[in-house]
Structures are given as C-alpha cells and as structure tokens.
DNA sequence: ACATCTACCTGGAGGC
DNA sequence: TGCCTCCAGGTAGATG
C-alpha cells in the first residue's frame, strides 16, 4: 500500500535509471485505471527526453520539456525497471520504453492507480492545485497547528490530502501511536505542545520507512515483480489483539470513517 | 463552508 | 474442491 515512504522509496529507485534517457514510446496495455489513460499521450511523450523524476503527496511526477506524465501507484501499483521484451504479466498495464530498451514497468492490480499527461506547469492539475503541504519539508509542527483548527478526527486529519499530504491509513495509525494520541481526539483541542509531539512522529515514521526501503533499491532492476520495498514492522497496524510495545495490552482495532484503525486504548487515552 | 459517506476494483482469506 | 462473502485502501465526487 503505497503512501509516501512508499512512493519515495520508488522515486530514488527509478531515478538512476531513468533520467537523462528519451521515451521511446508507451505501451498501454490497459487503459482502465482510475482515470482512463489518454489515447493520446504517445503524442505528447514519445521521443522526448526525461529531465527528471519529482514527487508531490504520492503523485510521481516523470518531467519532460512540454510537461509531465503523473503516476499515482493507488493501493496496489508498484513500478518496477524491466527489459522492454521480458514478457508482462496479467496486471502489467503500462510500459513507459526507454531508448536503451528498458521499460518503466507499471502493476497495479486493482486499478486504483493512474498514469495522467499535464501540459506545462504541473501544479496546475487538478489532482495537485489542492493539495496540502508536504509532512517532510518545512516546519511541520506550525503546519499541524495550522491545519488542526477543524472539527475532524486526528486520524481524518492525517489522511486529508487536502490538509496534508503522503500519510496514508497505515503510518496515520503508526504515527498516532508513536504521539501517543488517540485517533478520535478532535484535531482543535490539539495545543501546540502536542503539534509539535506529533510532528517529530510523524516525521519519524515516516523517514523511518524511507531508511528501510531504502535498502532494497536493488530490487527496482531484477527479474522477479517484487515492487522496491518490503512489508515494514508496525507497532499497531494489522496487529489486533497483540501486545502493545510499550504497554503490552491488547491491541483493538475500531471502525473510523470506513477505515480501519489500529490503537492502544492504555497509551492513546 | 465544512464534514461525512459512497463508489471505484480485485486478490486473498475465511466460512460452509 | 469450489463457491460465496467480506475485507483492504486513496481519493474524487456526492450527499448531508
């Protein structure tokens, strides 16, 4: 489930191998993803030249001089290097082809995913002119102060790309937990003492998650479709029931907003 | 304006 | 073994 540790891990993978090199052309195998993919965009991207690899929240955003081609992994897309004649398999959708004859090899399962053409200023979309501030760059504490003057839930919060952007339901919870703060809390009765508390968790977890999958870089040019980064350890998440690390009681896991969320009621009163 | 709910999709797990 | 149901999750768009 890619959330930004995630989409970062894939961003320094893919950089190496990629920039500097033309498209020679994309192969779409399946344009049904969240959006469909434009019929057009070979028009707009073959043999034109990758000057960089950007990401934004978890939008990969793949520079070419008259614009961007912009990949969101959704919850089960991984990308992957390949040989432009290894065989796909059923969910390899996309192949970006590179003129030294490798491919940006996209899988994504469930088609939650979506590869998307914007001409000239990339913020510009309408999936990124919304979104919030990035957890990872500036001064977070003064961000969460800042976005924390709502009525909504602290986990709601944290998944709001439209408040803050990259924290998915995953390192929500981790990064709760690690704050000590329970996800039904009001997100305006947080002080700035506690802003500050969560900033560092969030900041922690998630360059945690960055460090460990940056060891497996490796993997982004292999033969196996295994995506770049391994399943990490969760202090709650997926642990229902187990010991609290620091606590050791039960682990319970309650339904929010339709997702599910992983807690200790002793340590996150 | 703001908060909450629904829909999209499919592999894997569990029940019978 | 096979069929059925449920669950996971990001986010736009609809609804309250």
Avoid at 6 to 11: A, H, Q, S
Avoid at 35 to 45: F, S, T, V
Avoid at 167 to 196: Q, V
């Amino acid at each position: 489930m890619p959330e930004l540790p995630e989409v970062e891990t894939t961003r320094r993978g893919l950089q190496p191998h990629i920039e500097g090199l033309c498209i020679r052309e994309i192969i779409v195998r399946n344009a049904r993803l969240r959006w469909p993919i434009d019929a057009n965009i070979n028009q707009y991207c073959a043999n034109q030249p990758l000057q960089h690899i950007n990401r934004r929240g978890k939008y990969l955003l793949l520079g070419l001089p008259a614009g961007h081609i912009i990949i969101h992994l959704g919850m089960s897309g991984s990308l992957r290097m390949a040989h432009h004649s290894e065989p796909a398999s059923l969910h390899d959708h996309v192949d970006i082809i590179l003129d030294n004859d490798a491919a940006i090899r996209l899988r994504d399962p469930r088609r939650f995913g979506a590869v998307l053409w914007q001409d000239g200023d990339v913020n510009q979309h309408p999936l990124l002119a919304k979104l919030g501030p990035e957890p990872l760059d500036g001064d977070l504490a003064t961000v969460l102060w800042q976005i924390s003057r709502c009525n909504v839930p602290l986990k709601n919060l944290l998944m709001d790309s439209h408040r803050i952007v990259g924290i998915g339901n995953i390192y929500a919870n981790e990064a709760l937990f690690d704050a000590r703060l329970s996800p039904f809390r009001k997100a305006s009765t947080l002080d700035l003492a506690e802003c500050n508390q969560l900033a560092n968790s969030i900041r922690h977890i998630l360059e945690t998650a960055i460090i460990a999958g940056g060891s497996t870089l490796r993997d982004f040019v292999g033969v196996n479709n295994q995506p770049g980064y391994f399943q990490q350890t969760y202090a709650v998440y997926g642990r229902t029931g187990l010991d609290c690390p620091i606590c050791h009681q039960a682990i319970v896991k309650t339904k929010q907003a339709q997702r599910s969320t992983f807690w200790c009621p002793e340590c996150q009163q």
